[in-house]
């Protein structure tokens, strides 16, 4: 198993432009996370998905988007990039949902993305 | 609003001392508490916590949870500079997600 791969692992973008970051796991999770990770700070639950066609707002969501029409995969879309959405972005994946039961969450290897 | 909030923020201490990292939380349902170990890259899985008072321990690392007082710490023993991460707190409020704290920054000098 790959585990959460995601793509692409540095990504310098001009402000206003847009992207995808990719991720993909294979350990046919239900639920899957995008996590954004100022420096020197936690992380922050940008989106999430619960299934197939089932995603949801988390804390700061503003300015990107979701969808996920895969079990395997969780693109977040950012539009109009902005200095602010300069950050390392994590992708994370869990069978039950992260905190329940006696499962957890895993990580993908993550993003660094730096908007000038 | 949930909120998980760690301290000290950053902590420098020498090869061989003792740490204890602290986490409290405000939160609206509370699940259960996860802690998690950061080097360079993505969080690794430490310990999760659901019951008062019942440590969890690997090797030289422990954990417990005061769910009257509404927090856990994560004690090391004999640091060693492999030690040497962020430790993130996360707190499952009763959703389907976590909340994280903002991290201690730990770093251990030979």
């Known amino acids: 198993n790959a585990g959460v791969t995601q793509t692409p692992k540095f990504r310098i973008l001009k402000i206003g432009q847009s992207m995808t970051l990719q991720c993909t796991q294979d350990m046919n999770h239900n639920y899957m996370y995008w996590y954004r990770q100022d420096p020197g700070m936690g992380l922050k639950l940008i989106y999430y998905s619960v299934g197939a066609g089932i995603t949801d707002k988390g804390e700061v969501p503003n300015g990107y988007n979701v969808s996920r029409s895969t079990t395997e995969d969780f693109p977040l879309r950012l539009e109009l990039a902005a200095p602010s959405q300069t950050s390392v972005y994590f992708c994370?994946?869990?069978?039950?949902?992260?905190?329940?039961?006696?499962?957890?969450?895993?990580f993908g290897p993550g993003t660094r993305l730096t908007v000038l | 609003e949930d909120k998980v909030v760690q301290s000290p923020l950053s902590l420098v201490v020498h090869e061989g001392d003792t740490v204890t990292l602290n986490c409290s939380y405000e939160v609206t349902n509370f699940r259960s508490l996860l802690w998690y170990k950061q080097e360079k890259k993505a969080p690794t899985f430490l310990f999760m916590l659901?019951?008062?008072?019942i440590e969890k321990k690997s090797g030289r690392l422990s954990s417990i949870l005061d769910k009257k007082e509404l927090f856990s710490i994560l004690n090391i023993t004999a640091t060693q500079t492999g030690d040497s991460a962020i430790y993130l707190c996360a707190v499952n409020p009763g959703a389907q997600k976590l909340v994280f704290g903002q991290g201690t920054r730990l770093t251990i000098n030979p």
């Open positions: 994370a994946s869990s069978y039950s949902p992260a905190g329940w039961g006696t499962d957890t969450q895993y």
């Open positions: 659901t019951s008062s008072g």
